[in-house]
C-alpha cells in the first residue's frame, strides 16, 4: 500500500477515536498501525502512528475505571497481533512485530511490559537474530527493543541472559555502527537501571557488563562527532546513551573538556523553528531533548540539601552499598560535583556557545520538556554572576520569559487575580533563572525598553515567592527581584503590592532568623512604603487596626545587628513619619514603651542606650565620642527624629518626649551632627538636624548647653 494511501486511512482512523461511542479497532485497522513503524516507511507515516497509537491507548486509559483494567485490555487488543508477528519466519513481519512492540513502550510502557512479560515473548524476539543474523534491520531493531524495555524496571526483569550477552556482542563489533550504537545505549540503561533496582531491594549495585562506561562515553562520542546528521538512528542512540551517563561527575567532565564534541552536540539543536513533536511521536529522530539533557547535566551543581533531605541520601547510600556501612561517597567522586567544578564546567560550556544553543533550543519547539531543560540549564549557567551579562546578550531573558509563559497558566476573568496555580518544583526553576538575571542587571538589560514586559514579570516572581513547593533561597531570590523591580518603575511597586498573598508571606519573613531573607524583606517593604499608597496606609499613614504592630516591627528592625536591615527599616520609617498618623502610632509606643526614643537616637549615635540611673548617665558621657553610626543611618536616623517631633501636635506630648531625648544625649547627638555637617551646605542631614532641633528649642531646650 503506497504511504499516501495510508496516511488516509489512519486519518480515517484518528477522526474515529473522536466518537465518543468507538469501541474497538477493527483488525484491518490494527494491521495498518502495526506496519507504519517499519523502518522502511517514511518519517512522516511513523509519525501519525505515534498519534494513532498514542489515541487508542489513551481513549482506552479515559475510558476505563482502573489503571490494571486498562493496561489489561490494551495488552488484550495488542498482543495477538505481536505474537503473531514474531512468530513470523519472514523478516518484513518480524520487523513490523519488533518496531510495533518498540513503538508501544513509548507510548504506553506498561502495556508493553506486560506482553514483553509474556511466555515466550522475550525468545521470538532473540530469535529473530538467529534466523536472519546478516540483517542489519533486524538487529538494529531488536537492539532498540531492548533498550526500551531496559527503561523500565518491570521490563528489566524479563530479559534472559541471552538478550544481555547479544547486547554486549553487539556493542563490540564495528561493521554496523547503528546497532554499536542502539545496544551501547541499551547497555547504560540495563546498567543505571540495575544500580537503581539495587538501591530499593538492597542488592548488588552494579550490573556485571564486559563493557565499560568509559568504552561506551567513547563510542558515542565518536558517534557525535562523526554523524552524519540529526536524522541517523545511530546519532539519536549515542545523544541518549550520553544522556544517561552525563549523570557521572567524570564524565561531565571528560565531555566538558572535548571542544570538538560540544561543537557538534550543540549542532544538534536547529537555529530555527522546527516542528519537534511534543507528545509520543519518534523522537528518535530529533534529538535536540537529548541534546538539551547532556547540556543540562553537564551544567548541574550538587543539589543543596536540607538537614533532612542529607540523611535521606546518606540512608540511600547506605541501601545501595548492600547495607553494610559504606554509606560515605569516593571522595574523588564527590570533588568532581562540588561547586567549584561545576563552575569551571559551566565556563567552559560557555566558552563553546552554550547560551546560543540553549536559546536556540526555546526558539526551535515548542516541547515542554525541552524547554523545562532548558530553564534548568540556564539556571545552573546564571550561578556564576560572571556569565549573566553573556547570558543575557544571547537572549537568555526572552528565552526564559517564553519557558515561563508556556508553563504558568493564563490568568482568566472566572479565576481569582494572582491565585496560586500548581506548580512543579521544576516549573519553578526557570523563574529562578529569570530572577538571577534581574537582581544583578538593571531591568532594561533584562526586560528592554518596554514596561509590559517588566511588569508582566511580577506575576511569576509573585509566584516564586508565596508558592508552597519554593525553597527559602528561591524566596530570598523572588524578593531581591522584585524589589529591583519596585525601584525601576513607578507602576510595578503599586502592582508588586496589590498582588494577592504578597504582603502578608513578606512580613512574615521579615521574623525569618536568616539574616538575609531578613534583610531583603525588609528591603522590599522599604521599597513599597515608599512607592504604593496602599503599603504607606497599611503602615501607619493611616490609622488601621494593624498599622501599630507593623510600625513597631519596623522600628525593632532599627535595632538588629544588621546594617542593611536597619538602614533599610529606618529608611521605611523615615517615609512613613512624613505622616502625623504614623507619628501618633510612634508616640503611643514610645508612651507604652519607652524604647522607640533610644532605637531611633541610635541610628544617630551608636552609643546611645536608655540611662537606668545617674550613676549610668555618668559613664556614659564619658565614652560618647562624636557621631560614630553609619552616615546613612544617620540620615534616615536624623529624618525619623525631625518627623516625629514635628509630627507630634501636642505640645505637652512633645515636651516630654524633649525631656526623654535631652536625658538619652539624643539633643547633644543631633547638635553634634550640625557641627559636623555645618561646612558643607549641601549636605542632605544638615536641615532635617537643624529642624529637629529647632523643634526641641521651641520645647525649652537650651542648645547652647551642649
Known sequence: MLSTDCEVLLDSILKKFQDKTWKSLTLDELGLIITVFSPSQPLSLRSKGYIALTAFCQRIRETSSKPDAATETIVNTLSPSITSKLAETDEPDLLHGLTFLSSLF????????????QDGI????MDSTDLFPQSKDISLSVAQLLGQATGHKTARAT???QSIEWLEAKSRQTEDTATRAASAVALVKLSRGAESDASILGGATKLSLDTSDDALVKLMKHLVISGNGPSTSSLSDAVEGLAYLSIDPKFKEQLSSDTAFLAHLFSLVPHRKHNTPTDASDTRMLPIYGAVLIISNICAYRPRLSQEDAQMAKLKRMAKAGGKGQAEEDPEIAKLEDDEHAQERCCRLMKAGVADTLTAAVKSTDSRAVRLLVGKALLSLVEDKDNRGKVLQAGGAKALTTIINSVLPSSSPSTTPNAIPPLDPSEIVPIQALAKLAITASPVQVFGP??????????PFVLMLIHPSSNLLQQFEAIMALTNLSSSDPAAGDRIAKAEGLLNKVELLMFENHTLIRRAATELICNLVAGSDDVFDRYGGQKNSSAKSKIQVLVALCDVDDLPTRSAASGALASLTASPEACQLLLELQQEKHRILPILAQLIDPTIVPPPDESAEEVIEEIRSPTQGDPGLVHRGVVCIRNFFVGVVDMAARKELTLEAQQLGLVKALAQVFR???????????????????SMMECGVSIIAT
Not at 522475550?122 to 524476539?125: A, H, I, K, L, Y
Not at 518596554?450 to 506575576?459: C, T, V, Y
Open 159 to 161: 530479559l534472559s541472559p
Open 122 to 125: 522475550v525468545e521470538s524476539v
Open 676 to 694: 559636623e555637617y555645618s561646612a558643607d551646605r549641601s549636605a542632605p542631614v544638615l536641615r532635617p538636624a537643624a529642624e529637629a532641633l529647632k
Open 106 to 117: 513509548q507510548v504506553d510502557w506498561q502495556a508493553a511490559s506486560s506482553i514483553l512479560a
Open 450 to 459: 518596554n514596561s509590559g514586559a517588566l511588569l508582566d514579570a511580577i506575576r
